[in-house]
């Protein structure tokens, strides 16, 4: 199963959205113009009178996307800083002439003629900031025309939530994001860097309690979900504690041959957040003094030159690099 997404802000793509997101496209009018397969699995959920459907203009990295879609995939939809609707394939077709009759022409005479069918279609409200931690993505990541999800992040969200359809729907649990409130505005009282460093500390007990202490109205979903998400992110700053041998990426120093146990840490790039990014190239291996100086020197991570600029304009380049 494959995650596919497209963008409707252009005001083109507003007004399609209208036509045939928002309402549904008349499609029985135009039988005639639909293979027979086509047409039959339209009809299999009743769908062979109207349908929700939407269109790529022909080009390579399109008609590339298009050829990857099959039914059961599962589409987003972006518009103007959040995804808006979320929805299944059931079958696409090839035509130019349905592209036509449903959203005309753009001003170089082309059509939105790879179409694909959707069904089960739900408005949904996820802001693009959030979408990006929890995907995987750097929070500056701005969604453009028609794409997919990396498969690796989607076996992931498959590992961690059981289904894409288990993550969107806890991405879209109206709890979480009463809880992501209080617990930003925790952060900026404490600090980033030791609330980072105590709940990877946490058991899964201590931790549900932290949540219901944040928030005693949060869903089962969101404590679960969130759960998860700190599980998997710690056994990826396991993995990578034991990559470097448990020294600071930075000055390379360890405390486990001397003193017999570890005390590295694992710092997030992008701005720590209970759905934060755990990719391995959004995490640093830290020992606490470079860890804690990155949070109050403001240090900055330059992923080219593989420094760590501070605000007084000081520079550290990385020691010890395999990853990033």
Partial sequence: MKLFYFTASSKDAQKHLQDTIQNKFRIGQYRFLLPEDV??????????????MWGALPGPANIRNWNKIEKGDRVLIYSQGKFVYYGMVLAKVHSPEIAEIAWGKDIKGETWEYIYFLYNLQEIDIDVVEFARFFGYRTNFIPQGF??????????????????????????NSTLKATMGTFNNIVEQHGERELES???????DQFVNYINSLDSNASIEVKEGLRKIRKYNKKIIDELKERYNHRCQICGRSSLNEYGVSVVEGHHIEPFSLTQNNSPDNIMILCPTHHRLIHKAKGEFDRKKKEIHYANGYSEKLLLNEHL
Avoid at 148 to 169: H, W, Y
């Fill in 39 to 52: 047409f039959r699995q339209l009809q299999i959920v009743n769908a062979h009178e109207e349908v929700n």
């Fill in 147 to 172: 794409s997919f999800i990396r498969e690796e992040i989607v076996t992931k969200c498959m590992n961690e939530f059981g289904g894409i359809d288990q993550a969107i729907s806890f991405l879209t």
């Fill in 198 to 204: 105590s709940i990877m500390e946490m058991d899964d």
